[in-house]
């Protein structure tokens, strides 16, 4: 059974940092992406980032220079390291994968975990 584990959300002041882990676990993830959506109330779910198993990232433009992905293979974990974070990214974030550094198709979720970004 495959399962995607997010955890590091939280309550952050504006400009401050998080950082945000997924433990995958129930099959071998080599040939998958792992990466990043979030959905805001009222809003639909968006891409934020990706990365591939050799080291291929890809961003939204929204948090480029921002934000940083990484990924422990041995662990089947991805990260994302948030910066100067704003209110316009509180959200719920949710690890996924894909067979694309696009992730325009997903194959597994994670439950997600909450991000707030007080003003």
């Known amino acids: 059974q495959v399962q995607l584990v997010e955890s590091g959300g939280g309550l952050v002041q504006a400009g401050g940092s998080l950082r945000l882990s997924c433990a995958a676990s129930g099959r071998t993830f080599s040939s998958y992406v792992m990466g990043w959506f979030r959905q805001a109330p009222g809003k639909e779910r968006e891409f934020v980032a990706a990365r591939a198993w050799g080291g291929n990232t890809n961003y939204a433009d929204s948090v480029k220079g921002r934000f940083t992905i990484s990924r422990d293979n041995a662990k089947n974990t991805v990260y994302l390291q948030m910066n100067r974070l704003k209110p316009d990214d509180t959200a719920v974030y949710r690890c996924?994968?894909?067979?694309?550094?696009?992730?325009?198709?997903?194959?597994?979720w994670g439950q997600g975990t909450q991000v707030t970004v007080s003003s």
């Open positions: 996924a994968t894909s067979r694309y550094l696009s992730m325009s198709t997903q194959d597994y």
